[in-house]
C-alpha cells in the first residue's frame, strides 16, 4: 500500500475478519463480530455496499509470507476495528440475504 493512503486507507486481510482462526492466527475481531472463512468477493461487495472504495491486491499474508493471497484495501471508518466490525457486519448481512434468496 502506498504511503499516500496511510492514515486514509487500511489493509483488511480475510484472516482479519474469519471466526475459524484464533486472534494469533491474525483475527482481529471479536468472535462473536468474526465471520466464517470470509472470501474476498464477499469483503469487495460489502465495502462496496459501505462505500469504502475497495481495491484488491494481490500480497502476501505477513504471517504466512510464502503463500501468494489476496488482500483488500478500503477507507478507513474510524478506527481500524471499527472498520473491520463494519465489514464483518455486511459480511453477514449479505449471507443472509443470498440464503433467503436461494443462492
Same mark, same amino acid.
Given at each position: @500500500?502506498? %504511503?499516500?493512503? #496511510?492514515? *486514509?486507507?487500511?489493509?483488511?486481510?480475510?484472516?482479519?475478519?474469519?471466526?475459524?482462526?484464533?486472534?494469533?492466527?491474525g483475527r482481529k475481531i471479536p468472535? #462473536?463480530?468474526? =465471520? #466464517?472463512?470470509?472470501?474476498? &468477493? &464477499?469483503?469487495?461487495?460489502?465495502?462496496? *455496499?459501505?462505500?469504502?472504495?475497495?481495491? =484488491?491486491?494481490?500480497?502476501?499474508y505477513p504471517r504466512s509470507w510464502?503463500?501468494?493471497? %489476496?488482500?483488500? =484495501?478500503?477507507?478507513?471508518?474510524?478506527?481500524?476495528?471499527?472498520?473491520?466490525? @463494519?465489514?464483518?457486519?455486511?459480511?453477514? %448481512?449479505?449471507?443472509?440475504?443470498?440464503?433467503?434468496?436461494?443462492?
Amino acid at each position: @500500500m502506498s %504511503k499516500e493512503y #496511510r492514515g *486514509r486507507r487500511i489493509v483488511l486481510w480475510p484472516a482479519n475478519i474469519d471466526s475459524t482462526l484464533s486472534r494469533s492466527e491474525g483475527r482481529k475481531i471479536p468472535l #462473536r463480530d468474526a =465471520v #466464517r472463512k470470509p472470501r474476498v &468477493e &464477499e469483503i469487495v461487495e460489502a465495502a462496496n *455496499r459501505l462505500g469504502l472504495n475497495p481495491t =484488491v491486491e494481490e500480497a502476501a499474508y505477513p504471517r504466512s509470507w510464502w503463500e501468494q493471497r %489476496k488482500r483488500v =484495501v478500503v477507507d478507513k471508518v474510524g478506527s481500524k476495528l471499527n472498520t473491520l466490525r @463494519m465489514i464483518a457486519q455486511e459480511v453477514k %448481512k449479505l449471507r443472509e440475504e443470498r440464503r433467503r434468496l436461494g443462492k
